[in-house]
């Protein structure tokens, strides 16, 4: 077993079905090949670096796929496979703690294709094979509960297209929803949140994100306004870093905060359960496992929170991607996000995944699945040549 050579690139992604705009945001697509020795063909592991964070050419051709590149003769397992916990020490050889940047982007970016390498020459879906791998009990779930997270402002006719977009996920059958605010004014995002409460019915059962928009008077009105709604949660509130806010806001606030999405480190977890004043009995934590120096940072994360008292329950990982639906079965998580519409072409999960009453199915083919994807198959084949 060996790693054969690296291929990446930097993709635009649209928040909406639509082409990606110029100057838009982008990802890292990555391809890793490996021989797995004996007379078999070489295995393809495929990545992106989820959504939200721009791509990470740079950092990946420099320095990340050199370090794969250098020890790929020595990535081999207990069980003779390609071992991804090996291939992250090689990437991590050097790096210091904390300064954090986005190099955890593009470490889970390449984590991820290794996974699936990994998954794939042992001829296994990945949450059986992680489940295998980590001694995971009981079996991973045979279903995964999920939300639609979409919402984002309309350029035109943005209230009646948002209660559209609500009405298509109830149709698709999801039966939670997550939709943004934060841009446009808290009266403008009171009026958005009525229209997509009156195509979707429960606000026990639509979250928001503000995406890190307010400040501290900012983000106490905003959460004495919403709080009457008793949303499902209320995401990403102020900045991340900012906790002193954050746990202010937590006072303020009575129903679930969403919280975890833009810290990228056990240390950084850490502050967050002892500094932000959350409630784990009710609160949310959103960390994506590729934001995040992928699945071994992801487990020390897992750690640093259970350890302070919540449970994995709590975790719905960030990012719409298989990969956390995967993840979400093997670690026992609450759910993972969709994203039936928006970051085309990474919109939706498997052709062959069916979402019923809130629940999504597991893609079976070896490794994570995206082959079951006829959009992400043709993109993915065309990177690795
Ligand atoms: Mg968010």
Known sequence: MRIL??????????????????????????????DTGG?????????????????????????FAPRLLKAADGLVGEDGGLDPFKAWQAMMAGEKSGGHGERCVAVGALDMAL????????????????????????????????????????????LASLAQEMR?????GFRHAKMKIGSAGLDQDLR????????????????????????????????????????????????PLDFETQSTLSSAYAPPIGAGEALFSAAEAKLLARHGGLRPERDVLLFDPVHCYGLPGYLEILDTMTAAGWTRQAFWPHG????????????????AEVTPFAFDPFRGLADVTVIADGYASLPQAPGIGFETNAALRRLFEEIAG
């Open 115 to 158: 996974w699936d390498a990994a998954a794939k020459a042992a001829g296994l879906p990945l949450h059986a094979f992680l489940s295998r791998r980590l001694g995971t009990t009981p079996l991973p779930a045979s279903k995964v509960r999920v939300y639609a997270s979409g919402g984002y402002p309309y350029p035109r006719d943005d």
């Open 192 to 239: 958005r949140i009525e229209a997509a409460l009156t195509a979707w019915g429960a606000a026990d059962h639509l979250a928001v994100d503000a995406m890190n928009a307010y400040g501290p008077a900012e983000g106490l009105e905003a959460t004495a306004r919403l709080s009457p709604l008793g949303l499902w949660w209320f995401e990403d509130i102020c900045d």
């Open 39 to 63: 007379s078999g063909q070489p295995i393809t592991g495929y990545g992106y670096a989820s959504v939200g964070r721009y791509a990470q050419g740079g950092l990946i051709r420099e320095r």
């Open 168 to 172: 298509c996920f109830a149709d698709l």
């Open 320 to 335: 719409g991607h298989l990969f956390g639906l995967h993840l979400a079965a093997a670690l026992g998580l609450g759910g």
């Open 5 to 34: 050579d690296i291929r990446e690139r930097s993709l635009p992604i649209s928040r909406y079905a639509g082409p990606a705009p110029a100057g838009g945001l982008t990802t890292s697509v990555v391809a890793i090949r490996i």
